[in-house]
T-cell receptor
Framework: GDSVTQMEGPVTLSEEAFLTINCTYT??????LFWYVQYPGEGLQLLLK?????DKGSNKGFEATYRKETTSFHLEKGSVQVSDSAVYFC????????????FGSGTQLTVLP | NAGVTQTPKFQVLKTGQSMTLQCAQD?????MYWYRQDPGMGLRLIYY???????DKGEVPNGYNVSRLNKREFSLRLESAAPSQTSVYFC???????????FGPGTRLTVT
């Protein structure tokens, strides 16, 4: 079945540091890939997505590239801010599974001023 | 445009009690989902509804039932709550064109 493995946390960075959160996946079909962000006490919000190989999703300074050869979708940001502190989830949506989302376990990011 | 709404926000139940979690969306989406979130396990799919009148089991359906009341509303029922069902429950709906899912704010349920 489908699965998503993402970098264990928690991750603590200083403001303006570079961020990478690793995500790899296993899927039977050709999935779409997503990063969701969850701020404390809130639901999940879509951060970015990519629907085919070599697509780059980007939003709010975050980027991730769909790498089919390495089955990866790593999240990066060049300069994090305190307001980026949240839990980040990598997820895939497989057309063969009624477009259900399969989530990774989440990575807690804390950015210190 | 409220997006996805869920009620209640918080609930405490005793073992064996029943309750229904309500979810509604105003985006005219066909597909709706119920997930539970547990520490260190991400979100796991309980049930989903691909369209009005249809429902299907997800990864962890045991102990739950669902009703797709109409296109807007998708409820989740716990008939006899157990401590293992202590969790945060999220409802989501999906835009068919983009496959993006939109989440509600969640219901934090504690079963004692």
């Amino acid at each position: 079945g489908d699965s998503v493995t993402q970098m264990e946390g928690p991750v603590t960075l200083s403001e303006e540091a570079f961020l990478t959160i690793n995500c790899t996946y296993t899927a039977t079909g050709y999935p779409s890939l997503f990063w969701y962000v969850q701020y404390p006490g809130e639901g999940l919000q879509l951060l970015l997505k990519a629907t085919k190989a070599d697509d780059k999703g980007s939003n709010k300074g975050f980027e991730a590239t769909y790498r089919k050869e390495t089955t990866s979708f790593h999240l990066e940001k060049g300069s994090v801010q305190v307001s980026d502190s949240a839990v980040y989830f990598c997820a895939l949506s497989d057309p063969g599974s009624a477009r259900q989302l399969t989530f990774g376990s989440g990575t807690q990011l804390t950015v210190l001023p | 445009n409220a997006g996805v709404t869920q009620t209640p926000k918080f609930q405490v139940l005793k073992t064996g009690q029943s309750m229904t979690l309500q979810c509604a969306q105003d985006m005219n989406h066909n597909s709706m989902y119920w997930y539970r979130q547990d520490p260190g396990m991400g979100l796991r799919l309980i049930y989903y509804s691909a369209s009005e009148g249809t429902t299907d089991k997800g990864e962890v359906p045991n102990g739950y039932n669902v009703s797709r009341l109409n296109k807007r509303e998708f409820s989740l029922r716990l008939e006899s709550a157990a401590p293992s069902q202590t969790s945060v429950y999220f409802c989501a709906s999906m835009a068919s064109a983009s496959y993006e899912q939109y989440f509600g704010p969640g219901t934090r349920l504690t079963v004692t």
